[in-house]
């Protein structure tokens, strides 16, 4: 009931689902950092007053037990957004208390690019810039992406290869799951 709905029951009967990540760990890196700097203030400050002062010291613990609620709601947040591609358009699902799905037509997507900094290189993520004919979309810019060279192959292949070869290769990739005696999936 209040679980975040799966991404896969937005789907249509008539969709394969071609990708379906989570953003890169690394998007947590810097509220991690935040997270672990408040506490180590919090602890330190505490320590540092007289006994007489209990009851700043008390404030103190409780701000750093905020600090890690907030810190564990982000990483909550973190593991409910989903990225799902299908054949016929991206979904984005997004939120903990409310719902929020994001949705762009393939057929849309004129330019796609994608950009690793240094830290992006080093850690396995990056950023894919999808644009639309002159609108900016809501899935316009996606952060954090794992693998984006394997995501952005894939979704070249969707949005500029060869229908026909598409669909021969998805079958031909549920065949070989099959024949190994894998689940298939879409």
């Keep these: 009931m209040f679980a975040p709905r799966d991404p896969d029951e937005y789907l249509l009967d008539t969709e394969r689902r071609v990708i379906r990540i989570r953003r890169h760990w690394s998007c947590l890196a810097w509220d991690m950092f935040e997270a ?3 506490i180590a203030i919090c ?5 540092i007053l007289p ?15 905020l600090v890690v609620l907030r810190f564990a709601y ?14 016929k358009r991206f979904i984005m699902t997004t939120g903990v208390w409310t719902t929020k799905v994001l949705m762009m037509p393939i057929t849309k997507v004129t330019d796609l690019t ?9 850690l396995g993520y990056g950023t894919m810039v999808v644009e639309s004919a002159g609108q900016i979309q809501a899935l316009n810019r ?4 794992p693998k984006p060279e394997e995501f952005y192959d894939t ?18 990739i549920k065949a070989q799951r099959a024949a190994r005696g894998k689940r298939v999936v879409g």
Excluded: C, H
């Excluded at 602890?43 to 320590?47: A, E, Q």
């Excluded at 982000?74 to 054949?87: K, Y």
């Excluded at 996606?142 to 992406?145: A, N, P, R, V």
């Design 43 to 47: 602890v330190m400050v505490s320590y």
């Design 114 to 122: 994608y950009e690793r900094s240094f830290w992006g290189r080093m």
């Design 74 to 87: 982000q990483v909550i947040e973190w593991w409910v957004e989903r990225l799902v591609v299908t054949d």
């Design 155 to 172: 979704i070249s292949a969707l949005v500029f290869g060869d229908k026909a070869k598409q669909a021969e290769r998805f079958s031909m």
């Design 142 to 145: 996606i952060e954090y992406l």
């Design 51 to 65: 006994p007489s002062m209990w009851v700043v010291q008390n404030i103190l613990w409780y701000l750093a037990l």
């Design 36 to 38: 672990i700097a408040l």
